[in-house]
Structure formats: C-alpha cells, structure tokens
C-alpha cells in the first residue's frame, strides 16, 4: 500500500460508533487498527463499485439503446473532427434531461470512456474542453447495430467521407498528451492542490492517480522551462 494520509471528514455518528465496536471487538483496541479497517473498508467498497461499473459498461457497449446511436450519429455529422464538450453536454441535456447521471451516463461513461471522443485541450479559461471525436471508432461501432444500406440512405453517413489518414491519428495522438499535461501544470501553477487538479480532471473522464499527476507537472514544468 501507498504512503498513508491524514483525513478530516464527518460521517454518521451512530454508524462509526457501531464501526468503532466493530474494531475493537475485533483486535482489542482501536490503535492502529481504526485506520487500518477503514482503508479495507474503502478497498472493498471500490472493488464491488468498479466491478459493477465494468459490467454495466460492458453492457451498454454491447447492448446500445437508440439514444446511444442517436447521439453518434447526431456527432458523427455535425462534429467528425472536434466538438466542444459543452456542446455535447447541451445536446444530451436537451434531449435525454438534465440530471446529473444521465449527463455521466452518456457523455462520461458512454462517449468517453468508448473511446468515441477523447479530451484534446481546455479553453475559455479551463472551464471547458475541446473533444478529438474518433470518427473511425463511431463508424466501426456503428456498423455493428446499423447495417450499412441504413446508415448511408436514412443518416447519410458514408464511411469513406471519415477515414483519417495515419499522419493524422499519430498528430491527434500527440496532442491529446501534450495538452493534458500543459493543463496540470497550468492548473498547478494557479495554486490548485493535487487532488484539485485530480478532481477537475476526472471530471472530464480521464482517471490519473496523484503520483502520474506530479510526474507530468514536473515533466510540463521542465519542458517549460527548458
């Protein structure tokens, strides 16, 4: 296990009572142990969460509903290249509702986490993001649930009109890295905290543990500096 960090944090009173008796009914004694029952506690949990996020993943990747089509096409023809995330935000608001899990539902845990767009820079002040859309995994995707004849006569979607070229996915490749690594760095100098950086980040679907986070920081700030 990593190194260990202090935390302040307000729970129910009657339930870490009863986890307090817990432990101490177990070892004894609530040195060391509190700390330590607590951390598999979280490890548990998290485990059981990221199982069943998997398999709801899965799921929804191998079972698309017709919102899920809907919003790759709707993508796929008004934005091949890029889009701005909160465009694809307002377009998911106003047609699916404005609830917090269903924005996550598809733009997070659909859109993202497929590999259909990926996070190319931030602008407008960091309060928004430009998305690389993958065009190339749109269209293979959608050719799984749509035949052919229906993409082309009722969408219009020809897939020779999308194909990137390899210069342009290694470019494209490029730039993803180096713009997420310029936007720690930026968000670092500003005076945000890790786990601050770390949070704006995930917000946008890109899971970075505090350590990878100070490495591209430290690798941003020495390019920067030459």
């Not at 990221?50 to 509903?65: G, W």
């Not at 897939?159 to 720690?184: F, V």
Request: charged share 35%; aromatic share 12%; proline share 2%.
């Amino acid at each position: 296990m990593a190194g260990k960090v202090k935390i302040y944090i307000y729970v129910d009173e009657e339930l870490y009572q009863a986890f307090r008796d817990y432990v101490y009914s177990k070892y004894g004694t609530l040195h060391k142990y509190l700390g330590e029952e607590i951390s598999r506690a979280m490890e548990h949990y998290l485990k059981d969460h990221r199982s069943a996020h998997t398999q709801e993943f899965e799921h929804m990747i191998s079972k698309p509903n017709k919102k899920h089509i809907k919003l790759l096409v709707w993508l796929l023809k008004n934005y091949p290249a890029e889009v701005l995330y909160s465009i694809v935000k307002t377009y998911i608001n106003d047609n699916y509702g404005i609830d917090k899990r269903t924005e996550k539902k598809y733009l997070h845990s659909f859109l993202i986490n497929g590999g259909f767009v990926k996070i190319l820079k931030p602008i407008k002040g960091n309060t928004d993001f430009i998305l690389r859309v993958n065009a190339n995994e749109i269209l293979n995707y959608l050719s799984k649930f749509v035949p052919e004849k229906e993409l082309r006569e009722k969408y219009g979607i020809y897939r020779e009109a999308y194909e990137p070229t390899e210069e342009i996915r290694g470019e494209e490749e490029r730039e993803s890295k180096g713009s997420i690594k310029a936007y720690a760095a930026e968000r670092y100098e500003a005076g945000d905290s890790l786990e601050e950086i770390q949070d704006r980040i995930s917000d946008f679907g890109l899971e970075l543990g505090k350590k990878a986070i100070r490495s591209i920081i430290r690798k941003a700030r020495r390019e920067s500096y030459g």
